[in-house]
Nanobody, 119 residues
Framework: QVQLVESGGGMVQAGGSLRLSCVVS????????MGWYRQAPGKQRELVAL???????DYSDSVKGRFTISRDNAKNMVYLQMNSLKPEDTAVYYC?????????????WGQGTQVTVSS
């Protein structure tokens, strides 16, 4: 089965930076998109950034200009560079991948990594 493992979370002061990494393993033949979502206490999970197989990116308005998503296709990895972090960025961040095998599209999630930004 496909597995996603995030790393790079932690605690940082406001204005600081963190780089999240996610490695995807398993039987993956085609990746439609890879992305990062986050969920803060009491809130729904929301999209942070997304990158498609064609390289198109999409960002939440709240992180646009501060976060950058990138990928390494050879390593099946996706990264999220987070700069100018704010306390409101505090959340559990989840890696996500959508795959295509034949006609079957599947979505997989990582276990999440905590990001805490102190004021």
């Amino acid at each position: 089965q496909v597995q996603l493992v995030e790393s790079g979370g932690g605690m940082v002061q406001a204005g600081g930076s963190l780089r999240l990494s996610c490695v995807v393993s398993g039987r993956i033949f085609s990746i439609i998109s890879m992305g990062w979502y986050r969920q803060a206490p009491g809130k729904q999970r929301e999209l942070v950034a997304l990158i498609t197989s064609g390289g198109t990116t999409d960002y939440s308005d709240s992180v646009k200009g501060r976060f950058t998503i990138s990928r390494d296709n050879a390593k099946n990895m996706v990264y999220l560079q987070m700069n100018s972090l704010k306390p409101e960025d505090t959340a559990v961040y989840y890696c996500n991948v959508e795959t295509l095998v034949g006609r079957t599209r599947s979505i997989y999630w990582g276990q999440g990594t905590q990001v805490t930004v102190s004021s």
